[in-house]
């Protein structure tokens, strides 16, 4: 398998093609950090560029502490760059707006408050005008399967279920970016397996453009339709690579396609280094 430059345009992937139709834009992006204790600078990312289209799904793979979680926050607006920019539909991004949600691999819901109510609080957090919108909170609940729950509190639902109320408080306000920081982290394997599938259909149904990190190749692979590959000490981009594997792309089927593997070897052989140096704890 020969595998594509992000250059190429014949990955049947692709919703819309990124060079042309770019909805963010991350410029030379550099982020340095201040470590008091230590009395020294540390960067953090150092000089990613990449953009993502209208309607892509692009996953971010890299090993621990490369920076990917920092890039998000960046496009987030929850940090903001030392050096270089992002944008959003040709606009700086200068803090977080409603165009604009994150899905943490933490749920983050609200204990006291049932399924509904905190589907409700995506809403309430960004003060949309859909505030009093029950139709969207309930067109949301059934988006995500969990019409029947919607009266149930958290500790009553499972890892997954969960993992499903936090998605549904992201889309309730309709935003047009969905930026996720590995949210299937946290839920077993099997569940893992079942909610990508989910996230696939969702995703494919709302037409979302999505920002997605991961540790997982299979993963990227499976739900990307380009896939970031940061490098680490600083964090950087190492490659862009189209994945060209037809939707839905869920189950063994594709898994054990030729294509599949060539491209899993293929991601592996460019992490592998790295991610030997991040378990030992050393880098270079």
């Known amino acids: 398998m020969t595998v594509p430059m992000a250059s190429d345009t014949t990955d049947t992937g692709h919703r819309t093609d990124p060079a042309t139709c770019p909805l963010i834009t991350v410029e030379d992006l550099q982020v340095t950090y201040y470590l008091e204790r230590d009395d020294r600078e540390l960067v953090a990312v150092d000089g990613v560029s990449f953009s993502v289209a209208k309607g892509e799904f692009l996953t971010i793979l890299g090993p621990s502490g490369c920076g990917k979680t920092t890039v998000l926050n960046v496009i987030a607006g929850l940090v903001h760059p030392s050096a270089g920019r992002v944008t959003v539909d040709g606009m700086p991004v200068r803090g977080p707006g409603p165009d604009r949600a994150v899905v943490f691999q933490d749920y983050a819901l609200l204990p006291w408050r049932t399924v509904y ?26 988006l995500v399967g969990l019409e029947e729950f919607r009266n149930s509190y ?7 279920m969960q993992q499903r109320v936090g998605l549904a408080r992201a889309l309730v306000a309709d935003p047009q970016i969905l930026l996720m920081d590995e949210p299937l982290g946290a839920v077993d394997a099997l569940t893992r397996e079942v909610m990508r599938g989910e996230l696939e259909r969702i995703i494919a149904e709302t037409g979302k453009t999505v920002v997605f990190i991961t540790h997982s190749i299979d993963e990227a692979i499976l739900l990307g339709d380009r896939v970031v590959i940061f490098a680490s000490n600083p964090g ?7 994945v060209g594997l037809s939707r839905p792309r869920h189950g063994e089927h594709t898994q054990g396609e030729q294509e599949f593997g060539e491209l899993r070897h293929h991601i592996w052989t460019l992490l592998k280094d790295d991610a030997a140096a991040s378990v030992r704890g050393t880098h270079g």
């Open 117 to 142: 109510d905190n589907v409700r609080f995506g809403i309430e957090m960004v003060k949309s005008s859909r505030k009093n919108d029950k139709r969207a909170i309930e067109e949301t609940i059934e």
């Open 154 to 160: 958290p500790y009553e639902l499972s890892g997954g």
């Open 236 to 242: 950087s981009v190492r490659e862009i690579i189209p």
